[in-house]
């Protein structure tokens, strides 16, 4: 990534990081800010500008640590090293949470963040894992700061407890030599090609995803594989089939053995829908009220008969193709 705008916190420059990443994007611009949680001109901007918008970065110190408990993957959900990302799926759920201001944010105090994981797990009478990539895709993070890379080799000295993360992108080989002890899980996020070409904009193709599995499998990493968000497309229960058929056919069976799965339908919501049809208006329109319902304010989820109806469906696929192989859980 190569950001035309770097937006700053000026204490980010006081931590190690901070000043890597001002010398490698010197030729960038940058704009002073007071706060990374609060950028008023682009708040403001329009919807339309929300593509270009996500071609800057955001750099500042992350000030909140509370952890928050989780009980699918994980422990914990840790707030982390980044938050947002710079790619553009049109049903990102952390566009709920930032509306626009979804852009890619780099956090550099990541020795305060891991001294407290590491508190935390050696605190535990039991092990704990540790889900580090809720607010961000992390490989992809690690293109430009190396922080997966860092966290990897400090954790898994600890020798105690887990770290997990999901991802979209294939940009693995520099955690394959890495000592990590078995302590980190990473769960790759896949969808039908067409669904991943049309509706995942800037993430890795699903071929180079599960390549990228096999990769982590005979580096003996721990896996997962998140179908998700599952979405109701036209000709989705082929499209889902082909899919599953599809990593069948293409995963090793060093790869087969080690993973367990996650199934996720899609939520949407009305900030969705507005920002997509200005910034995106080519693009597929995910929502469909024959098949969707309200939920809470100003969201959409499928309707409690439709989604049973998918849930069984991709249950018998899963139960054919894999059977040896946990459903963790199906929401």
């Not at 693995?172 to 996020?189: C, E, P, Q, T, W």
């Not at 200005?278 to 693009?283: H, I, S, V």
Request: glycine share 4%; charged share 25%.
């Amino acid at each position: 990534m190569n950001p035309a705008i770097v937006y700053y916190e000026p204490d980010a420059l006081k931590y190690e990081l901070g000043v890597k990443l001002k010398e490698k994007f010197a030729n960038s611009e940058w704009i002073e800010i007071e706060s990374h949680n609060n950028i008023p001109f682009l708040r403001e901007k329009q919807n339309c500008e929300f593509a270009k918008m996500k071609q800057n970065i955001v750099i500042g110190v992350r000030k909140s640590h509370k952890y928050v408990p989780n009980h699918k993957t994980s422990d914990y959900l840790v707030p982390y090293t980044s938050s947002g990302c710079s790619a553009m799926c049109l049903y990102c759920y952390l566009v709920c949470n930032y509306n626009k201001c979804s852009y890619l944010r780099l956090f550099v105090n990541r020795e305060q963040m891991m001294a407290k994981l590491i508190k935390t797990s050696l605190g535990s009478d039991k092990p704990l894992t540790f889900e580090i990539g809720s607010n961000s895709d992390l490989v992809l993070e690690n293109t430009i700061t190396d922080n997966l890379i860092w966290t990897i080799e400090r954790f898994a000295k600890i020798e105690k407890g887990y770290i997990t993360l999901p991802t979209k992108f294939d940009m693995v080989d520099g955690l394959l030599s890495l000592a990590h002890k078995g302590r980190v899980i990473i769960r790759m996020s896949v969808n039908p090609h067409d669904i991943i070409s049309k509706i995942e904009f800037g993430t890795s193709p699903l071929q180079n995803r599960i390549d990228a599995l096999n990769k982590l499998a005979d580096a003996e990493y721990k896996l997962g594989i998140l179908i998700a968000p599952v979405i109701l497309v036209p000709d989705w229960e082929e499209k889902y089939k082909i899919l599953i058929e599809t990593l069948a056919d293409t995963l090793s069976e060093k790869a087969k053995k080690k993973i367990f799965f996650e199934v996720i339908f899609m939520t949407y919501s009305y900030v969705h829908r507005m920002i997509n049809a200005e910034a995106f208006p080519n693009a597929v329109d995910l929502f469909d009220k024959t098949l969707m319902t309200g939920r809470g304010r100003g969201k959409y989820c499928y309707k409690p008969a439709v989604r049973a109806q998918g849930e069984e469906y991709l249950r018998e696929l899963l139960g054919k193709y894999f059977p040896e192989n946990e459903i963790m859980y199906v929401v």
